[in-house]
Each structure stands twice: as structure tokens, then as C-alpha cells.
């Protein structure tokens, strides 16, 4: 089982940056993969980033390409989000994910996200 809690969520106007935390507890393995996701009201959930635990592979939405940034503390059993460059559709409740090789299977409560215009 994993327990993961994500942070660092807030109000941010257009163009200015926040970076989410996920702190992960339980059985991790470095072939897992960590994933954030998000969901605005009244849209399903979307893909955003992730990471192996092991590093070396990366994988972006296109939606945030060039403006977000995944990265992963092994010694601290965390998953960043770094988000540069916010627009008002950036608003949404972000979660963390794990991927234990069968899909994305353990979910964080999510934190909220909302940009100002």
C-alpha cells in the first residue's frame, strides 16, 4: 500500500508560479512510476506529468510542455511539480498518482490550484 499526500497548492495570478509537493510513504519501488494529474470542475481527470522513481524517463501533457517541471527527491520520498508561466485554465485540484507498473492505481486528496486572470 502507498500513502501519498500532496501540498503547495494556492492562488497565484496569470504568469506566476507555484510548486506542488507529493510526499509518498509505504511500498515504493524505483521501477515505479509518479504521476500528477489534475481535474477542473465539470472535466475529467487529465494527465499532467511523471516520473520514475529511478529517473530517466519524463513524460509531459503538451498542454504544459515547456511550463511545468517534474522532479523527485529519492531521499525524501517526494514528487515535485514546479509551474511556471499559470493561466486561468491552469485551474484544476492536482493530485499525485502511483504507477506500480499496472496503471496508475494509489491517489493523493489532491490540493487545489486556482490562477487568476
Known amino acids: 500500500q502507498v500513502q501519498l499526500v500532496e501540498s503547495g497548492g494556492g492562488l497565484v495570478q496569470a504568469g506566476g508560479s507555484l510548486k506542488l509537493f507529493c510526499a509518498a510513504s509505504g511500498r515504493i519501488f524505483s521501477t515505479d512510476k509518479m504521476g500528477w494529474f489534475r481535474q477542473a470542475p465539470g472535466k475529467d481527470r487529465e494527465f499532467i506529468a511523471a516520473i520514475r522513481w529511478s529517473g530517466g524517463s519524463i513524460y509531459y501533457a503538451d498542454s504544459v510542455k515547456g511550463r511545468f517541471t517534474i522532479s523527485r527527491d529519492n531521499a525524501k520520498n517526494t514528487v515535485y511539480l514546479q509551474m511556471n508561466s499559470l493561466k486561468p485554465e491552469d485551474t484544476a485540484v492536482y493530485y499525485c498518482?502511483?504507477?506500480?507498473?499496472?496503471?496508475?492505481?494509489?491517489w493523493g486528496q489532491g490540493t487545489q490550484v486556482t490562477v487568476s486572470s
Open positions: 498518482a502511483v504507477d506500480p507498473g499496472t496503471g496508475f492505481r494509489f
